[in-house]
């Protein structure tokens, strides 16, 4: 009974393990795997036998670029993740929530991606999430006071104050999730939302306060 013969040219799925024939392939085009359907780069790093360089021809088609633009994405937050499995990070549903102070909300998110070597983007995301914050204040105040807000249904001042919040909170969750939960499946631990609570309380009461000694200050 004869047996199949061993591919000579060939390199293993990295999702299935599967063997892959590259006879005809060269390194840096893409490959499908028989096994799992997708599409998968061929490196050298996984070749094996004497699989040809890349060339330059008419390029990728649609699909295969937009295959191998997942399979970078997939790898760089690999790389992430294993490079933060010691750190500290808040989790994605607290960020969502604290959306209802959404100062907060960019404070917790920017603190994981600086804590995920963003530093930059996190500190741009946090003075963003308190000059938002500022800004909408002064702007229903000043609305309040100038506006017959009585001629607005009830509904609509309802969901200007609900939409705004929620937006920001999609914003800020989404832009570190990705990489948070790729260094949380390589072992980085949760952070304490004991202060992160507290600090959100007092300035909540803080600012009701402030708001309705001012309203009456202005009303006198």
């Known amino acids: 009974m004869s047996t199949p013969a061993t591919l000579s040219l060939r390199m293993s799925c990295p999702g299935c393990a599967a063997a892959i024939d590259l006879t005809g392939r060269k390194i840096g085009d893409s490959a499908r795997c028989p096994g799992c359907g997708k599409l998968q780069v061929v490196l050298r790093s996984r070749a094996q036998g004497d699989v040809p360089p890349a060339v330059v021809t008419g390029g990728l088609s649609a699909e295969e670029r937009g295959e191998v633009r997942d399979a970078l994405r997939r790898i760089k937050l690999r790389r992430v993740g294993q490079g933060r499995a010691h750190v500290e990070l808040y989790p994605s549903w607290a960020i969502f929530t604290a959306g209802v102070q959404f100062y907060l909300a960019a404070i917790l998110a920017g603190q994981n991606l600086i804590a ?82 507290l600090v959100g309380l007092i300035l909540a009461i803080a600012q009701a306060f402030a708001v309705y000694f001012l309203w009456l200050r202005l009303d006198g």
């Open 116 to 197: 995920l070597g963003e530093p930059a983007r996190g500190r741009r995301l946090q003075v963003a999430g308190v000059l938002a914050y500022a800004l909408l204040g002064a702007g229903l105040l000043f609305a309040a006071r100038t506006l017959d807000l009585e001629a607005v249904p009830q509904v609509a001042r309802l969901a200007v104050l609900a939409v705004v919040p929620l937006v920001f909170a999609v914003v800020c969750t989404q832009a570190q999730h990705a990489p948070a939960q790729a260094a949380r499946e390589h072992g980085a631990r949760q952070a304490s939302l004991l202060l992160p609570g």
